[in-house]
């Protein structure tokens, strides 16, 4: 198979009539030319050029084959002319992983605004616990909580987004009820994978030994919701839902930051950039909320 590396090397040999010429041309030194040429010529079974006092001169072989060579620089401009086209235009998949709650209690609305904004780029939210792997092409974009910076894979390009902070929750009711000295123990909500953290342990309401776990966060706010007892949340979960108030004694804690992630090549297509520079917007304008600010 032809290398169209070798080719460009043998077009700038022969539009420039010398192998110095060549070098200048690409950027490279003289022996790299040569060694190009060679290479080519190795595949071909055939001697392209002939060596002058004055230059290179092209053999007839070496004619037929800038015949065909011009033909392929052709196309190959023409394919990067219709590749860059198409990523320039609003049109086709965008592909955007992020936590489930993040999508399902935040930037859902946000998303078919963006959706309605342009109406041919086709959306995959993948909101799962997985990351997905943007080198890969899995996704387009990712939104991902980041607690250390360092974290932060060196091939990805990153847009910093506002901190997110959580908190401690119960139910209103059961707020009442443990006010007015109900006599019912209060549990711990918890996701199976998780325990309770050190920074929630301070609560004023005393809960039991006795854990009650849940298999995702969904199941884990109906919990809260139920009376049940007390969960950790972040503050746009917990703040923004009125059946949920704060458990008096607790502070909130730092999850980390948000990072809208991009990859390579792909971060320079028009809907990348597009829905990386509207989030980013709509981000900064959920800030109050993402750090517990916007508490009645």
């Known amino acids: 198979m032809i290398d ?9 040999v022969a539009r420039g009539g010398s192998v110095r010429a060549a070098a200048a041309r690409l950027g490279v030194n003289h022996a790299t030319v040569l060694r190009r040429i060679a ?29 065909f060579a011009d033909q392929m620089e052709a196309s190959s401009h023409l394919l990067e002319t219709r590749v860059f086209g198409r990523d320039q ?15 399902t209690h935040l930037l859902m609305p946000d998303f078919s605004d963006f959706a309605r904004l342009h109406p041919d780029i086709e959306m995959e939210i993948l909101s799962s616990g997985e990351l997905a792997n943007l080198t890969n092409r899995e996704a387009d974009v990712a939104i991902r909580v980041v607690y250390d910076r360092k974290t932060l894979p060196i091939n990805l390009h990153g847009l910093k987004g506002p901190e997110l902070f959580g908190g401690v929750y119960m139910s209103r009711d059961r707020l009442a009820a443990w006010r007015a000295g109900a006599p019912d123990p209060v549990r711990w909500i918890v996701i199976s994978s998780h325990g309770i953290p050190d920074w929630a342990s301070a609560a004023e309401v005393r809960a039991t030994g006795v854990p009650f776990r849940t298999t995702d966060a969904e199941a884990q706010i109906v919990a809260v919701r139920q009376g049940l007892g007390i969960t950790t949340l972040p503050c746009f979960v917990g703040d923004a839902d009125p059946l949920l108030a704060r458990v008096p004694g607790t502070d909130l804690h730092i999850y980390g930051t948000l990072w809208l992630l991009t990859q390579g090549e792909t971060r320079k297509t028009k809907r990348v950039r597009l829905f990386t520079e509207f989030v980013s917007r709509r981000l900064a304008a959920h800030a109050p909320l993402l750090a517990g600010l916007l508490r009645d």
């Open 4 to 12: 169209w590396d070798d080719v460009r090397y043998f077009l700038a």
């Open 39 to 67: 290479q080519l010529e190795d595949r071909l079974g055939v001697h392209m050029f002939e060596k002058l006092p004055s230059g290179y001169r092209i053999t007839a072989a070496g004619e037929e084959v800038l015949e």
């Open 89 to 103: 235009g609003v049109r086709g998949l965008l592909r955007v992983t992020l936590p489930p709650p993040l999508a």
